[in-house]
Antibody
């Protein structure tokens, strides 16, 4: 079965950096675009970034563009999110999400999430 | 402020039906048949309940149905059960630049 396992979250000071990872299994990872979606404490969902199956295309929400970088390693079935210049408003649970098919914008598989807390 | 507008809360008694609305614009909901709905229980990851506006993934109860009219999508849950109590989020494709936008979420309480 499809499994997505995020890691790398934690407490970081404003202006700091963190790298999130998502280990995928149970499906052909290289066939799918992948996304990061976040949820601030007690708030709604916010799409953060996606990367195409071959890493040719990447897109970011305006709120993170220029600070976050998405990447993937298809040989390792892994997705990454490098987060720099972190702000308090980046505090959230970060989910790795797989779309229904290839490049779909609808997500049928989610990880359990990893909490990022930005605080001094 | 979320891009899509949902009511903050709805409630219903077991066995009843409820509908959650999701209002967007002609740039998202109104322009694409790519509205999805997610159910989220406390402390859990979201679960896809409806995709492409009206379709149910395998394993999702047929008590859940979706529809769309103009810039507004709706999720209807019939025969409410206690286990349906959760937060529900709508989501729409919004073009290649914005990609997807979510609603602010609706808390469903089963009385």
């Amino acid at each position: 079965q499809v499994q997505l396992v995020e890691s790398g979250g934690g407490l970081v000071k404003p202006g700091g950096s963190l790298r999130l990872s998502c280990a995928a299994s149970g499906f052909t990872f290289s066939d799918y675009y992948m996304s990061w979606i976040r949820q601030a404490p007690g708030k709604g969902l916010e799409w953060v970034s996606y990367i195409s199956s071959s890493s040719s295309y990447r897109n970011y929400a305006d709120s993170v563009r220029g600070r976050f970088t998405i990447s993937r390693d298809n040989a390792k079935n892994s997705l990454y999110l490098q987060m720099n210049s972190l702000r308090a408003e980046d505090t959230a649970v970060y989910y790795c999400a797989r779309p229904l098919y290839g490049s779909s914008s609808e997500f049928d598989s989610w990880g359990q999430g990893t909490l990022v807390t930005v605080s001094s | 402020q979320s891009a899509l507008t949902q009511p903050a809360s709805v409630s219903g008694s077991p066995g009843q039906s409820i509908t959650i609305s999701c209002t967007g614009t002609s740039s998202d909901v109104g322009n694409y048949n790519l509205v999805s709905w997610y159910q989220q229980h406390p402390g859990k990851a979201p679960k896809l309940m409806i995709y492409e506006g009206t379709k149910r993934p395998s394993g999702v109860s047929n008590r859940f149905s979706g529809s769309k009219s103009g810039n507004t999508a709706s999720l209807t849950i019939s025969g409410l059960q206690a286990e349906d109590e959760a937060d529900y989020y709508c989501c729409s494709y919004a073009g290649s630049s914005t990609y997807v936008v979510f609603g602010g979420g609706t808390k469903l309480t089963v009385l």
